[in-house]
Structure formats: structure tokens, C-alpha cells
């Protein structure tokens, strides 16, 4: 596993803890906007995922 690849994880793993945080309500506020900012959160961690291997596939072609 390359520097890179380990960059990626662990961005889309702080965005899943950042997801669930907000999911559950630890930045308080409105119990509504905290789900669905939480599921717009979410939402990077497959984004940030595809957009890694893209550009690592596009590095070695």
C-alpha cells in the first residue's frame, strides 16, 4: 500500500466518523439537519473512495 492509497482511507474514514457524529447528535442543534447532514457526510466516504482509485488508476496507465 503506497503513501497515497493510506492518504485516501484515512480521509474517507474521518469523513465516516464525522458522518456518524452528526448522525447521533454530538454537535447538537436540530435533530433533523443533524441526520441529514449526516447522511450528505456519508455520502463522501464512497465519493472520496472512487475518486482515489481513479486517480491512482489514471497514474498507472
Given at each position: ?11 474517507a ?43 491512482r ?5
Amino acid at each position: 500500500m503506497e503513501r497515497s492509497d493510506m492518504f485516501i482511507l484515512g480521509a474517507a474514514f474521518v469523513s465516516f466518523l464525522f458522518s456518524i457524529s452528526l448522525w447521533f447528535g454530538a454537535w447538537g442543534g436540530d435533530a433533523d439537519f443533524n441526520k441529514q447532514a449526516g447522511i450528505f457526510v456519508g455520502l463522501w466516504v464512497p465519493s472520496i473512495i472512487a475518486v482515489g482509485s481513479y486517480f491512482r488508476r489514471r497514474a498507472t496507465a
